[in-house]
């Protein structure tokens, strides 16, 4: 399993200190759960609570950054709350996760194999708000210009959070300008701009 989630896996935003690149995705246009159904808002609660996105790969099974999990692997008294299914929170549908894992190899430091997924208790039914994410084969080369990022998380250097799901477009960034700032870390790619204030504040 993980070594399709290697393959599909986008890691959008590095948060290296040692990088130029932004933390966060700033900015940005609210939109509709039906253009983003497989979006997932993850309320983590294991030390101090924050959010986290996700996206459906099953009914069960939430893909998402090992960075969002790893806080709570040694800590015993932990809550992870699943939303989806609308655009609002206060609208969405809730399960709680029962289980979660991040990679073997993830490195908290230099964000190497950044994944993580959750297990939801209860089933969630699909419907044109509830979709799983789409997932590319491991011989799918093709590389578009654009790709699009969604989330319902902090949009703004202030630490402002999202009332609504938002989304942001993204440019890929040059091979070459992404193995400069991720030397050795195979299977990241980089999108965006490389300083903070080319994205608007909301």
């Not at 993850?42 to 101090?48: G, M, Q, T």
């Not at 208790?121 to 708000?129: G, I, K, T, V």
């Not at 999202?162 to 040059?174: D, E, H, N």
Request: with cysteine.
């Amino acid at each position: 399993m993980f070594n399709l989630l290697f393959l599909v896996t986008l890691f959008i935003a590095g948060i290296l200190e040692a990088t130029k690149l932004e933390p966060r995705i700033i900015g940005g246009d609210y939109t509709d759960i039906k253009r983003f159904p497989h979006s997932v808002l993850i309320i983590v609660d294991c030390k101090d609570p924050f959010l986290c996105g996700g996206s459906i790969l099953t009914d069960r099974i939430v893909l998402t950054a090992g960075h969002c999990l790893f806080p709570c692997a040694s800590v015993v008294d932990v809550s992870i709350l699943l939303k989806y299914g609308h655009e609002i929170s206060e609208y969405m549908a809730s399960t709680m996760a029962s289980k979660f894992v991040t990679h073997g190899q993830y490195d908290d430091d230099a964000l190497i194999n950044d994944i993580g997924m959750v297990y939801a208790e209860h089933a969630m039914d699909f419907n044109d708000n509830v979709q799983r994410i789409a997932l590319t084969g491991p011989y799918y080369f093709y590389r578009p210009r654009y790709a699009y990022v969604a989330g319902w998380g902090i949009v703004n250097s202030r630490g402002d959070s999202a009332i609504s799901l938002k989304y942001a477009k993204q440019s890929f960034s040059s091979a070459n300008d992404c193995y400069s700032l991720h030397r050795n870390s195979p299977g990241i790619i980089c999108t965006g701009g490389v300083y903070a204030e080319e994205y608007p504040h909301q």
